[in-house]
T-cell receptor
Framework: GESVGLHLPTLSVQEGDNSIINCAYS??????FIWYKQESGKGPQFIID?????DKRQGQRVTVLLNKTVKHLSLQIAATQPGDSAVYFC?????????????FGKGTKLSVIP | GAGVSQTPSNKVTEKGKYVELRCDPI?????LYWYRQSLGQGPEFLIY????????DSGLPNDRFFAVRPEGSVSTLKIQRTERGDSAVYLC??????????????FGNGTRLTVT
């Protein structure tokens, strides 16, 4: 099928190394952020979220860092595995607008080299 | 447990025809969202339901697009007089949203719509 990762920025990482995927978000009032993983032909899969009152949150093999000063979000994946190969999207929401829609970034394609 | 289910997975239609796309959210999730994803892009918001009512339909591109959720569970996205530019993957998501608190959206695998 068609690749969701066509024409996206690509990050190539050796298996076992750590990956860092970066995202610049647009709305300084955004107070909720999520990272999603999307494999070809599938919907986005939730990885980890963080609220604006935090600057770091850890999950299983993943860490999200939030820098509100420069509107920057990053996703760190430890010991990257071939199954981590996918397109990764950051998404933001400003709940004060009265809506819980997410605004997605453009995505980064992660390729893991075995 | 069952995730968000979308049917059909693929739909090919001719320009000018009417289509309906169905979404079955995760049981108990009160919030339901429709997004559209074009090739190489992130999902774009279309509409959000809280229960039976459309709480935010600001993302619907024009009046050819309409969505309903009559019983607060299953939702149908309806597109009239389809155009080739409507071709995309239509994603549905649901969340256990409590008012005033964000929670993650859980997505289905989408319906790939192709208008010929």
């Amino acid at each position: 099928g068609e690749s969701v990762g066509l024409h996206l920025p690509t990050l190539s990482v050796q298996e076992g190394d750590n990956s860092i995927i970066n995202c610049a978000y647009s709305n300084s009032a955004s107070d909720y952020f999520i990272w999603y993983k999307q494999e070809s032909g599938k919907g986005p899969q939730f990885i980890i979220d963080i609220r604006s009152n935090m600057d770091k949150r850890q999950g299983q093999r993943v860490t999200v860092l939030l820098n509100k000063t420069v509107k920057h979000l990053s996703l760190q994946i430890a010991a990257t595995q071939p199954g981590d190969s996918a397109v990764y999207f950051c998404a933001e929401n400003y709940s004060g607008a009265g809506s819980y829609q997410l605004t997605f970034g453009k995505g980064t394609k992660l390729s893991v080299i075995p | 447990g069952a995730g968000v289910s979308q049917t059909p997975s693929n739909k090919v239609t001719e320009k000018g025809k009417y289509v309906e796309l169905r979404c079955d959210p995760i049981s108990g999730h009160t919030a339901l969202y429709w997004y559209r994803q074009s090739l190489g892009q992130g999902p774009e918001f279309l509409i959000y339901f809280q229960g039976t009512g459309a709480a935010d339909d600001s993302g619907l591109p024009n009046d050819r697009f309409f969505a309903v959720r009559p019983e607060g569970s299953v939702s149908t996205l309806k597109i009239q007089r389809t155009e080739r530019g409507d071709s995309a993957v239509y994603l549905c998501a649901s969340s256990s949203l409590d008012r005033g608190t964000n929670s993650p959206l859980h997505f289905g695998n989408g319906t790939r719509l192709t208008v010929t």
